[in-house]
T-cell receptor, first 120, second 113 residues
Framework: AQKVTQAQTEISVVEKEDVTLDCVYE???????LFWYKQPPSGELVFLIR??????QNEISGRYSWNFQKSTSSFNFTITASQVVDSAVYFCALSEISNAGGTSYGKLTFGQGTILTVHP | DTEVTQTPKHLVMGMTNKKSLKCEQHMGHRAMYWYKQKAKKPPELMFVYSYEKLSINESVPSRFSPECPNSSLLNLHLHALQPEDSALYLCASSQARDFEKLFFGSGTQLSVL
């Protein structure tokens, strides 16, 4: 069974601080995808990044960066110079690729989420 | 248009009511999903439709009845719900042939009295 663990339930930082959100996963699949989603108070889940299991390159997008380490089954997310607008719940997720009716779709297993609060 | 639109945004219903949640996307996605999210919990998959056919039902009680009338629309019909069914119901869509990121709607906040 797949499992995603986000050990940090809540994190509180002051604006401009850097913050890292941890994610550890378990899967028996050799091919899988990892995701980070942001859920602001408005409710919708906003896609941030997708990583496949064969691509261990770290990625940077503006103030966001991700560190994927297969050896430790971790996919951590760092926000540099945090801003108040970064306040949200962040979910790490793991997908298994399933096939039904001849098509593929993703079935996501989410972590419990980390509530990030950035104070001015 | 990269939006998934859900209506209504809020719904309050009694246990004997029948109501429907609606989801619409115009991105040409052929896989659509219903997720349920309780407060302070992660989303949980309920149903997956692929090419308008129900592909996955995650052992959801029959008081929830999904429907996919066409490739752009996904409904969730509700009947005889229980107070514990109160939650945020999220719709999502994705490319069907190659798994892509899910696009989520902003959800319907459902309260069952």
């Amino acid at each position: 069974a797949q499992k995603v663990t986000q050990a940090q339930t809540e994190i509180s930082v002051v604006e401009k601080e850097d913050v890292t959100l941890d994610c550890v996963y378990e899967t028996r699949d050799t091919t899988y995808y990892l995701f980070w989603y942001k859920q602001p108070p408005s409710g919708e889940l906003v896609f941030l990044i997708r990583r496949n299991s064969f691509d261990e390159q770290n990625e940077i997008s503006g103030r966001y960066s991700w560190n994927f380490q297969k050896s430790t089954s971790s996919f951590n997310f760092t926000i540099t110079a945090s801003q108040v607008v970064d306040s949200a719940v962040y979910f790490c997720a793991l997908s298994e690729i399933s096939n039904a009716g001849g098509t593929s779709y993703g079935k996501l297993t989410f972590g419990q989420g980390t509530i990030l609060t950035v104070h001015p | 248009d990269t939006e998934v639109t859900q209506t209504p945004k809020h719904l309050v219903m009694g246990m004997t009511n029948k109501k429907s949640l609606k989801c619409e996307q115009h991105m040409g996605h052929r896989a659509m999903y219903w997720y349920k999210q309780k407060a302070k919990k992660p989303p949980e998959l309920m149903f997956v439709y692929s090419y308008e056919k129900l592909s996955i039902n995650e052992s959801v009680p029959s008081r929830f009845s999904p429907e996919c009338p066409n490739s752009s629309l996904l409904n969730l019909h509700l009947h005889a719900l229980q107070p514990e069914d109160s939650a945020l119901y999220l719709c999502a869509s994705s490319q069907a042939r190659d798994f892509e990121k899910l696009f989520f709607g902003s959800g319907t906040q459902l309260s069952v009295l």
